[in-house]
Every structure is written in C-alpha cells, then in structure tokens.
C-alpha cells in the first residue's frame, strides 16, 4: 500500500491550525471558513493539541461556559496521536480507527506538515478499487469471460 507521503503529493498538505489561547468560537468560525472538522493547536510552529467539531460540540451542549469564553486549550486533546510520512496508509487508517479519532496530523522530525482525514484515506482506497475493477473488467473483456 502507498504511504502518506504519496498522499500528501497527491492531495497536498494544508494545514489549519489554531493557537490554545483562541476561543472555541474562532476554532468553529475557521473550521467552518475551511470546511475541516479539526484543527492543530500550534504554539511557535509546534504542534501542542488538536481540536476538533466534536470537542466543540460537546462543550457547548454541557453549557458550563459560552464558545466565546471558552479557549481552546481548555478543551483541546494534549496526547496527540500523528503519522510520519512513510507510515503506510493502511497503517494509518488501523490508528485511526483504533483511537476513534478522524484526522491525524503529520510530523517529519516533530514538524508539523501535513493533516490527513479519514476521508482522504477511504477516498484513494477508493480510487484504487475502483482502478482495480476496471482492470479486471477489461482483463475479463480480452478473455471472453
């Protein structure tokens, strides 16, 4: 299987992030601005949390405080759970899918480059199959089956 490497240089590596001392109410206002459902904390260019709708969403169901008194340190996961480039894909979707979580940043030499989702990883297996059953189809046409 490919790496994340070949994904990124495929789909590229923007990176949306946020610092701990912004509000919820910004981290949701840019996720929405960029259609992510998750963002990095960075603090000085180094990856110290991760953010996500769903953090927000529960935060703002309990009611303690409002999303614009709430910072985002105050919610963000700590322990954050990455990829390196040469991790294979379906490594990393196993990660994912063992942690619950749907959008894994990517660190070379503890550098942030990159964040990949769930859906970038189902959407090349995807692909891949779909490539796969032409090939047999046309396989199967040459070979009167």
């Known amino acids: 299987m490919d790496t994340i490497r070949k994904l990124l240089d495929d789909k590229g590596s923007d990176i949306w992030s946020i610092g701990p001392d912004a509000s919820i109410f910004e981290a949701v206002k840019l996720m929405i601005l960029q259609d992510v459902g998750a963002l990095a904390v960075v603090v000085d260019g180094r990856l110290v949390g ?4 769903r953090d927000c969403a529960r935060h703002i169901v309990r009611g303690e405080k409002s999303a614009k008194e709430t910072h985002v340190r105050e919610i963000m996961t700590f322990e954050v759970i990455y990829a390196r480039p040469q991790q294979p894909m379906d490594e990393c979707m196993a990660i994912m899918n063992e942690y619950h979580i749907r959008h894994l940043p990517v660190l070379d030499d503890d550098q942030l480059i990159a964040m990949v989702s769930l859906r970038d990883l189902v959407n090349v297996i995807v692909t891949q199959q779909n490539m796969k059953i032409k090939e047999l ?4 046409y040459y070979h009167g089956t």
Do not use: A, G, P, R
């Open 137 to 140: 189809e046309t396989l199967s």
């Open 50 to 53: 991760m953010i996500s709708e």
